[in-house]
């Protein structure tokens, strides 16, 4: 089974750029989570995506950042304009969702993001 | 709401001997428990899960943990430790609204 892919690996930006992540889930996985992990901290959720809805995304800085889902797969993750503190591993993950009582997630490697 | 509380940042072992990693929640619901390993710049792994029944689980790998309800705790546990055991442990969470919850995490330093 294929896992959670991400791109890209890392990313190098000027403060003020703007940049995106991609994210694949696991095959037939309804959930997806976009996850803020900045070094030394444990991961922040950003946002989670039921299918192509929104479940959560009150800790997602809604003024620079911005995330869809637009066919219930593949995920994008934008921030614009970028800030020096934004630098850290944006995780994606992906689980079969609470409906189906299995809520184990799976991550992808990661896109470690510097800001400059 | 949800929270979980990893007491230790940063845990120091010599190789062979045991070593515990400490986990609390909060929770007004039941829950669901995870601990993670993150190997340098490599994404997290599930390393085990309680989800219902045994209160003890244990891994592939010769960790386990055990559910402790009334003391609120996950703590992670191994007998014998190795160099290749040296890692970034999260514990998480779900509750009620099915958000993964993770802890600050434990790093754990395995010396020859």
């Known amino acids: 089974e294929a896992g959670v892919a991400q791109s890209p690996r890392y990313k190098i930006i000027e403060k003020r750029q703007s940049v995106a992540f991609w994210c694949n889930p696991i095959s037939g996985h309804a959930t997806l989570y976009w996850y803020q992990q900045i070094l030394g901290q444990g991961p922040k959720l950003l946002i989670q995506?039921?299918?192509?809805?929104?479940?959560?995304d009150s800790q997602l800085p809604k003024d620079r950042f911005s995330a869809e889902r637009l066919k219930g797969v593949d995920s994008t993750l934008k921030i614009q304009p970028a800030k020096l503190e934004d630098s850290a591993v944006y995780l994606c993950?992906?689980?079969?969702?609470?409906?189906?009582?299995?809520?184990?997630?799976?991550f992808g490697q990661g896109t470690r993001l510097t800001v400059v | 709401a949800q929270s979980v509380t990893q007491l230790d940042s940063q845990v120091p072992v010599f190789e062979e001997a045991p070593v515990e990693l400490r986990c609390n929640y909060s929770?007004?619901?039941?829950?669901?428990l995870f601990w993670y390993v993150q190997y340098p710049n490599q994404g997290l792994q599930l390393l085990l899960k309680?989800?219902?029944?045994?209160?003890l689980v244990k891994s592939i790998n010769g960790f386990e943990a055990e559910f402790n309800k009334s003391q609120t705790s996950f703590h992670l546990r191994k007998p014998s430790v190795h160099i290749s055991d040296t890692a970034e442990y999260f514990c998480a969470v779900i509750g009620g609204s099915y958000i993964p919850t993770f802890g600050r995490g434990t790093s754990l330093i395995v010396h020859p």
């Open positions: 995506f039921q299918n192509n809805g929104v479940v959560d």
């Open positions: 309680y989800l219902s029944g045994s209160t």
């Open positions: 929770s007004s619901v039941s829950v669901y």
């Open positions: 993950a992906s689980s079969l969702g609470s409906l189906t009582g299995n809520t184990e997630a799976f």
